[in-house]
């Protein structure tokens, strides 16, 4: 009975960002996946922002699922300091603005601007849109860094329409499973 009760406290009176000790650790898992699915993912595919794809389904389905202010942000934020520090790349310590900016972009079309969760392709544009994010972040650290930049001599439209149709599809992927998962409408009444 006490153990109970002290369960409960902690469950009521522990919050992150506003979420309870269970909604900080869905987020903390959604984080981990992101940057797991994104060291898992070093096909060569040849495509401008295909590694992208798992980071922003894992991160749409979060901001989805908890529907909190900061939650993208949190799991972008624990997605790029586990990539930083046991996969970083060639990137190195900058990885982990692939993970923060999506997830800060997620968060602000889903908790601040009020747009509908219920529709497949809202969810997939602000995906998109935060997929886009990631590729600024690649464009800052090759200016910062003075790096020859690849991906301009693809011709810098193609990257962009690569990358907002490759966000688009992880967020239109986030959408369905978490639809088929649990409902939208529970997700929504359980998390708020």
Request: with cysteine; proline share 4%.
């Amino acid at each position: 009975m006490m153990l109970e009760k002290n369960q409960s406290v902690i469950r009521n009176n522990f919050r992150i960002f506003g979420m309870s000790l269970t909604q900080a650790l869905v987020v903390t898992t959604f984080g981990v996946v992101a940057a797991i699915g994104n060291m898992a993912s070093k096909l060569p595919l040849h495509i401008p922002g295909h590694r992208g794809l798992l980071i922003i389904l894992a991160l749409t389905a979060c901001c989805i699922m908890i529907r909190k202010p900061g939650a993208g942000t949190l799991a972008g934020f624990i997605g790029g300091f586990v990539t930083v520090f046991v996969a970083p790349g060639v990137k190195g310590i900058f990885a982990f603005f692939d993970f923060l900016l999506p997830g800060i972009l997620m968060d602000v079309f889903v908790s601040v601007i009020p747009i509908s969760v219920s529709k497949w392709y809202m969810i997939g544009a602000a995906a998109g849109l935060a997929h886009l994010a990631k590729l600024l972040a690649s464009y800052i650290l090759a200016d910062i860094l003075n790096l020859p930049m690849s991906f301009l001599s693809l011709g810098l439209s193609v990257v962009l329409v690569s990358h907002l149709i490759i966000g688009f599809i992880g967020g239109v992927i986030a959408y369905f499973v978490c639809a088929r998962v649990v409902g939208l409408r529970q997700i929504s009444q359980k998390c708020k």
